[in-house]
């Protein structure tokens, strides 16, 4: 059978895998934007017991790696308590990847938010409105505008970070190489896994660059 036939073989396995890296690369990403919108306005609140809860949250998710996040997530919390096992790969892959990007996109969003002019703030006051109406209706529709780039390559660095799911057995891009490397015991597998997940990054930074172009306000 020749190099090209080989390939052939390999794309099912490959794309399923695909499949998962993608899946939770979307998932993880959508969560920790949610989260970090709470972070943010946390580390941003003058109330001193939520400033440090969210900024410690954010120093320790920043501050420790991600591989480290995902082994303790998986093996460690077991060995604290029975209750706390995760026996499903995907979920527990999809909390430290939620986890840790809530750190990184809450100080995207907070560096957004402080990107505002202040006199917003001065004339949403004049106006009677509340902190959290100014929030609401003026601030973060506005803040959202400048977050897409940065979110971007956020997207991007997670989708490429999920090859650490291999090392638990999830069965992404990387492990589906790695089982396909072993059993046929050649590494030009790679070459198509490598391929692959070009193409995934390229059309995902084709997909930020329109909605940047369309939305943000850097053009």
């Not at 601030?139 to 390559?153: A, E, F, K, T, Y």
């Amino acid at each position: 059978m020749s190099a090209i036939e080989k390939m052939i073989n390999w794309i099912p396995p490959l794309l399923d895998g695909a499949r998962i890296t993608i899946l939770l690369t979307l998932a993880a990403v959508s969560a920790g934007l949610i989260m970090s919108l709470f972070l943010a306005l946390g580390k941003m609140s003058k109330n001193k017991i939520l400033n440090n809860l969210c900024s410690a949250y954010i120093f320790f998710f920043r501050g420790t790696p991600l591989l480290m996040q995902l082994y303790f997530i998986y093996y460690g919390l077991p060995q604290i308590s029975i209750f706390l096992t995760i026996n499903d790969r995907f979920l527990a892959a999809f909390i430290a990847f939620g986890l840790n990007s809530a750190a990184y996109c809450a100080e995207i969003i907070r560096a957004a938010l402080q990107s505002i002019d202040k006199g917003q703030f001065e004339a949403a006051r004049a106006l009677g409105m509340s902190y959290p109406q100014t929030m609401r209706l003026i601030i973060i529709p506005q803040s959202i505008r400048r977050l897409i780039p940065p979110v971007g390559n956020e997207f991007i660095m997670v989708l490429k970070d999920a090859s650490l799911v291999s090392i638990i057995a999830l069965t992404d891009i990387t492990k589906a190489t790695r089982s396909i490397s072993s059993s046929t015991g050649t590494a030009l597998v790679y070459i198509p896994a490598m391929i692959l997940y070009l193409i995934i990054t390229a059309v995902f930074t084709v997909i930020f660059h329109k909605l940047e172009k369309k939305y943000s306000v850097y053009e």
